[in-house]
């Protein structure tokens, strides 16, 4: 037996009365549309606003003893000399 005849599949009346077992097509256009719904949705009015917290977040969250420290600071000069 050849590795090319086990790739071909049966022919004849049974074969294409069954059914796949898996539908490859259908599933990727679910998936596909699932995927574009959740971008329009992730790019909407907020989108920017929400990219920019993301950044903020992204510096101040390694840092987030030294930011606390700078802004105690910041409140304890303001409060003393204003």
Do not use: E, K
Not at 10 to 34: C, M, N, R
Request: charged share 5%.
């Amino acid at each position: 037996m050849s590795s090319s005849s086990i790739l071909v599949s049966p022919t004849g009346p049974a074969a294409a009365s069954t059914p796949p077992a898996f539908d490859f097509v259908s599933s990727d256009f679910d998936a596909l549309s699932s995927h574009m719904a959740q971008c329009s949705a992730a790019h909407g009015r907020w989108s920017a606003v929400r990219g920019g917290l993301q950044q903020v977040h992204a510096l101040v969250s390694g840092r987030i003893v030294t930011v606390a420290f700078v802004a105690t600071v910041a409140t304890v000069a303001l409060a003393t000399f204003a």
